[in-house]
């Protein structure tokens, strides 16, 4: 497997974009790394999408850091990374959420909205104006 650039990762995340503060590269390599399942697209030397999961390999599952470069969106790579992903993970029950907007995206997906989900997040997300809560 392609060693990942995390540089170019970091920039991925930028360009995607995915959140308002910008990735640092070893934070990244470390996350992905520490991480039960990622897949990780290229076209040809340069890579083009990401994602991963989390994973307790009986149970449960949640998913995050979903990104593809703008040129390559809309093409249907974000749902066959987002399937190859779930492929990998041998559990029933798989969480994510979505960033505001992208919802339609899971759903597209078979993901489907929770009545009971919660969740504590940085003083960012945490913003109303952010959209998440
Ligand atoms: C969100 C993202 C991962 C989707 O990937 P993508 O490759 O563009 O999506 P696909 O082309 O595979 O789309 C699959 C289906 O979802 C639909 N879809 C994609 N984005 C959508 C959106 N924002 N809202 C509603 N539907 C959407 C597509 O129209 C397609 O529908 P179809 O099967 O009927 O044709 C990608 O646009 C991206 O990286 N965005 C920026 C980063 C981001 O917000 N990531 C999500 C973090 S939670």
Known sequence: MK????EEASVLFERAPLGKQKRDSEQLRRAFEASYAA???YDSDRLIGMCRA???????????????LPEYQ??????????????????????????PGR??????????????????????????KAGYF
């Open 3 to 6: 060693a990942v650039d995390w």
């Open 39 to 41: 897949v990780i697209v």
């Open 54 to 68: 989390l994973c307790d390999g009986e149970y449960q599952a949640a998913i995050y850091d979903m990104v593809i």
């Open 74 to 99: 809309g093409k249907g790579i974000g749902k066959g990374m987002l399937d190859r992903l779930c492929d990998k993970l041998p559990v029933e029950n798989i969480i994510l959420y979505s960033a």
């Open 103 to 128: 919802e339609g995206f899971y759903m597209k997906c078979g993901f489907k909205k929770m009545r009971t989900a919660m969740a504590k997040l940085n003083k960012f997300m945490s913003d109303p």
